[in-house]
C-alpha cells in the first residue's frame, strides 16, 4: 500500500504551481508501462529524485523507489517520508543488503531509481559512474534506461545558496535502454556516454543556454560558458571533500556537511 508516496507527488505539484515552474519533459514513452526497470540519472541537486521520479508519474503514473544514503532514513523529518514511500536505504559498508533490495523490488516489478555518480557533479557533466546499475539490471533482467536532469541546481546545490525564484525550467529526458548483455564493465561505460548524450540534448534547449551568459554563470558546464568548474577540477574536489570527512574526529561526525 502507497498512503504516503502519492499524498508527497500532489504535494509537490502543488509547489511546482505556486513556484510557477516550467517542465520539459521528452522520452517518456521508454519507461515500461508496467514490470521492473532500473532509472539511472545523472546528479546536479538536492532535488533531482524529485525531478528524475516525475517523469515515470506522469507516464505511467508510477512509483520509482529511489536507493539513497542510510543516514536520510535516520532524519527526524526525511527519515519518516523515505520509509512510507519504500525507497531503499544504502548502507555503504554493507551494500550487499541494499543490492538485495533493490533486486527483490525489481523481480516485483517495481522501478528503482539511483544516481550512479554517487554524489552532485559540480561539473554539470556526468562524472565516472558506479557500476551497480548495470548488475542491478543484468542480474533482474530488467531494462536499464538512462535519464537526464536539469535546472535544479539553480535551486538548491552543493556550494551555492538555495533559490526558489518563480518562473525555473526543468528538463527531465528518458533514453532509450541499454544494453547489458555484454556485461556490466561495457554497460555501465555504455550508461555514462548515453546519460551525458541526453544531458547534452536536454542542456541545449533549456531557457538557461544562451550564447554568451556572462562570467557569473555558475549553474552552466564550462563548455556552455558558464563557470562551474572542469569535470577533472570537480573530480579533485570530491576527492578533497572525502579526505576532509576522513579526518572529521568521531565526535564531530554529527555537525560535518555532506
Given at each position: 500500500?502507497?498512503?504516503?508516496y502519492?499524498?508527497?507527488?500532489?504535494?509537490?505539484k502543488?509547489?511546482?504551481?505556486l513556484?510557477g515552474?516550467?517542465?520539459?519533459m521528452?522520452?517518456?514513452?521508454?519507461?515500461?508501462?508496467?514490470g521492473g526497470?532500473?532509472?539511472?540519472s545523472?546528479?546536479v541537486?538536492y532535488?533531482?529524485?524529485?525531478?528524475?521520479?516525475?517523469?515515470?508519474?506522469?507516464?505511467?503514473?508510477r512509483?520509482v523507489?529511489?536507493?539513497?544514503?542510510?543516514?536520510?532514513?535516520?532524519?527526524?523529518v526525511?527519515?519518516?517520508?523515505m520509509?512510507?514511500?519504500h525507497h531503499?536505504?544504502?548502507d555503504r559498508?554493507?551494500?550487499a543488503?541494499?543490492?538485495?533490495?533493490a533486486?527483490d523490488?525489481?523481480?516485483?516489478?517495481?522501478?528503482?531509481g539511483?544516481?550512479?555518480e554517487?554524489?552532485?557533479?559540480r561539473?554539470f557533466?556526468?562524472?565516472?559512474?558506479?557500476?551497480g546499475a548495470a548488475?542491478?539490471?543484468?542480474?533482474a533482467?530488467?531494462?536499464?534506461l538512462?535519464?537526464?536532469v536539469?535546472?535544479?541546481?539553480?535551486?538548491?546545490t552543493k556550494?551555492?545558496?538555495?533559490?526558489?525564484?518563480?518562473?525555473r525550467?526543468?528538463?527531465?529526458?528518458?533514453?532509450?535502454?541499454?544494453?547489458v548483455?555484454?556485461?556490466p564493465?561495457?554497460?555501465?561505460?555504455?550508461?555514462?556516454?548515453?546519460?551525458?548524450?541526453l544531458?547534452?540534448?536536454v542542456?541545449?534547449?533549456?531557457?538557461?543556454?544562451?550564447p554568451d551568459?556572462g562570467?557569473?554563470?555558475w549553474w552552466?558546464?564550462?563548455?556552455l560558458?558558464g563557470?562551474?568548474?572542469?569535470l577533472?577540477?570537480?573530480?579533485?574536489?570530491?576527492?578533497?571533500?572525502r579526505?576532509?570527512?576522513a579526518?572529521?574526529?568521531p565526535?564531530?561526525?554529527g555537525?560535518?556537511?555532506?
Amino acid at each position: 500500500m502507497d498512503l504516503v508516496y502519492p499524498p508527497v507527488i500532489r504535494a509537490a505539484k502543488l509547489s511546482f504551481r505556486l513556484l510557477g515552474m516550467r517542465f520539459q519533459m521528452s522520452g517518456l514513452e521508454n519507461v515500461p508501462l508496467t514490470g521492473g526497470a532500473v532509472l539511472a540519472s545523472n546528479h546536479v541537486s538536492y532535488l533531482d529524485f524529485i525531478f528524475a521520479g516525475l517523469g515515470p508519474w506522469e507516464a505511467h503514473r508510477r512509483l520509482v523507489r529511489f536507493m539513497a544514503k542510510d543516514s536520510v532514513f535516520r532524519h527526524k523529518v526525511s527519515g519518516p517520508l523515505m520509509r512510507g514511500m519504500h525507497h531503499i536505504p544504502v548502507d555503504r559498508d554493507a551494500g550487499a543488503g541494499s543490492f538485495d533490495a533493490a533486486l527483490d523490488a525489481l523481480r516485483g516489478g517495481e522501478l528503482v531509481g539511483i544516481f550512479p555518480e554517487a554524489t552532485i557533479s559540480r561539473s554539470f557533466k556526468v562524472k565516472p559512474i558506479k557500476s551497480g546499475a548495470a548488475r542491478l539490471a543484468e542480474v533482474a533482467d530488467v531494462p536499464l534506461l538512462p535519464v537526464a536532469v536539469w535546472g535544479g541546481q539553480r535551486m538548491m546545490t552543493k556550494g551555492h545558496p538555495r533559490d526558489f525564484s518563480r518562473g525555473r525550467a526543468i528538463g527531465i529526458a528518458v533514453g532509450e535502454p541499454v544494453p547489458v548483455d555484454a556485461g556490466p564493465a561495457r554497460a555501465t561505460r555504455l550508461l555514462r556516454e548515453r546519460m551525458q548524450a541526453l544531458l547534452d540534448e536536454v542542456q541545449a534547449r533549456h531557457p538557461d543556454t544562451v550564447p554568451d551568459p556572462g562570467p557569473d554563470a555558475w549553474w552552466l558546464p564550462e563548455h556552455l560558458g558558464g563557470s562551474a568548474p572542469s569535470l577533472a577540477r570537480a573530480v579533485e574536489m570530491d576527492a578533497a571533500d572525502r579526505r576532509s570527512r576522513a579526518a572529521t574526529p568521531p565526535d564531530a561526525v554529527g555537525t560535518a556537511g555532506g
